[in-house]
T-cell receptor, first 115, second 114 residues
């Protein structure tokens, strides 16, 4: 248990569906992140939020829409996804946004399958 | 953040020490060396980090070369639960410097034989 909780753990969705991934942390951290891990590829940073403000969008397609209503919650809204979007989506949090000497805590991820 | 190079995979026996190398020849003076690991079907977890001096914690030790161009993560007595992908990552320690988030490479896949 890392203190970062992601739901659901598994999700199967059709290409025309709309779904949302949820991430929650009660560690008092100020920064939250979404990462994508596709099969046989390194983790890719998607979005970064610092104090609820988005600071990074790594050229992510608009079919992925993040939302950070407060420092403890982070959502990833999904719509009209493609099969190649199937991957493990990981949420993380850290005390500081660009802290080189603080650790990031990761959730266990949501395994997404797009059919 | 500067780039790191790690072997794709390593194999070790249970209850023996494991030395996982990382090369970072372009490291700057303000870069911190971080290690994370990812167990099967889980998110990455923090292992250890350091700047210049060697570091120890309950999970592992980090040995940093004097010129800082390489480092070694040491697991003193590997168990089957240590089988994971280990990532060496540099983080810029300047105030406001560095990339947002962590930049992961392919890491080293550590296999532990019973």
């Amino acid at each position: 248990e890392t203190g970062v909780t992601q739901t659901p753990r598994h999700l199967v969705m059709g290409m025309t569906n709309k779904k949302s991934l949820k991430c929650e942390q009660h560690l008092g951290h100020n920064a939250m992140y979404w990462y994508k891990q596709s099969a046989k590829k390194p983790l890719e940073l998607m979005f970064v939020y610092n104090f609820k403000e988005q600071t990074e969008n790594n050229s992510v397609p608009s079919r992925f829409s993040p939302e950070c209503p407060n420092s403890s919650h982070l959502f990833l809204h999904l719509h009209t996804l493609q099969p190649e979007d199937s991957a493990l989506y990981l949420c993380a949090s850290s005390q500081e946004w660009r802290g080189a000497y603080t650790e990031a805590f990761f959730g266990q991820g949501t395994r997404l399958t797009v059919v | 953040d500067a780039k790191t190079t790690q072997p794709n995979s390593m194999e070790s026996n249970e209850e023996e020490p494991v030395h996982l190398p990382c090369n970072h020849s372009t490291i700057s003076g303000t870069d911190y060396i971080h290690w994370y690991r990812q167990l099967p079907s889980q998110g990455p977890e923090y292992v250890i980090h350091g700047l210049t001096s060697n570091v120890n914690n309950r999970m592992a030790s980090l040995a940093i070369a004097e010129d800082r161009k390489s480092s070694t993560l040491i697991l003193h007595r590997a168990t089957l639960r240590d089988a994971a992908v280990y990532y060496c990552i540099l983080r810029d320690g300047r105030s406001g410097g560095g990339a947002d988030g962590l930049t992961f490479g392919k890491g080293t896949h550590l296999i532990i034989q019973p």
